[in-house]
T-cell receptor, first 120, second 108 residues
Framework: GAVVSQHPSRVICKSGTSVKIECRSLDFQATTMFWYRQFPKQSLMLMATSNEGSKATYEQGVEKDKFLINHASLTLSTLTVTSAHPEDSSFYIC????????????????FGPGTRLTVL | QKEVEQNSGPLSVPEGAIASLNCTYSDRVSQSFFWYRQYSGKSPELIMSIYSNGDKEDGRFTAQLNKASQYVSLLIRDSQPSDSATYLCAVNLFKLIFGTGTLLAVQP
């Protein structure tokens, strides 16, 4: 299967600081990248979808000014959590697909290993 | 009604047995379906994708799709303790919609 990396794997920061998470597709070109959040014992929650070179599409209830997403190339997307607070502590996971978001037939999504964010 | 429904489990099977995991979905428009495995504290790993009615086999895994009944299943043959994980069913409806997952416990 395709390989997606994510960095850092774990980050601890103080309340009010910003944290940037990188997601890279290592062996394929990711037309679309997705950002998810997962709280303990809950399922994945899609935060936003981004196509290379376009603005991200955010899910309802996700603050676009707080969670900044950049998909500058076909292999790299970044998520910046701005002015992080303890309630932002969660497991953030990116995924990448060679398909086009919104396509019903939808290509497979491959997930990165995740970033565990703890905000003190 | 939830868009993708799975029994949360836990589903407990003895080592070597067949584990059967089920998933139903509500929207008939869906055309692609996926099974992911997620170990505790880790991210999901794609196991199978299926797009057509019928069975699709890959090693010890068989995915079954019945669009008329809006039903997807995953069979794991010769279950091993290392298969113990949460199995997530996902349905593509312009974006992936995940079920809450079924926890599988394979007893040695």
């Amino acid at each position: 299967g395709a390989v997606v990396s994510q960095h850092p794997s774990r980050v601890i920061c103080k309340s009010g600081t910003s944290v940037k998470i990188e997601c890279r597709s290592l062996d394929f070109q990711a037309t679309t990248m997705f950002w998810y959040r997962q709280f303990p014992k809950q399922s994945l929650m899609l935060m936003a979808t981004s196509n290379e070179g376009s603005k991200a599409t955010y899910e309802q209830g996700v603050e676009k000014d707080k969670f900044l997403i950049n998909h500058a190339s076909l292999t790299l997307s970044t998520l910046t959590v701005t002015s992080a607070h303890p309630e932002d502590s969660s497991f953030y996971i990116c995924s990448a697909s060679a398909g086009i978001a919104g396509d019903l037939k939808g290509n497979e999504q491959f997930f990165g290993p995740g970033t565990r964010l703890t905000v003190l | 009604q939830k868009e993708v429904e799975q029994n949360s489990g836990p589903l407990s099977v003895p080592e070597g047995a067949i584990a059967s995991l089920n998933c139903t979905y509500s929207d008939r428009v869906s055309q692609s379906f996926f099974w992911y495995r997620q170990y505790s504290g880790k991210s999901p790993e794609l196991i199978m994708s299926i797009y057509s009615n019928g069975d699709k086999e890959d090693g010890r895994f068989t995915a079954q799709l019945n669009k008329a009944s809006q039903y997807v299943s995953l069979l794991i043959r010769d279950s091993q303790p290392s298969d113990s994980a949460t199995y997530l069913c996902a349905v593509n409806l312009f974006k992936l919609i995940f079920g809450t997952g079924t926890l599988l416990a394979v007893q040695p």
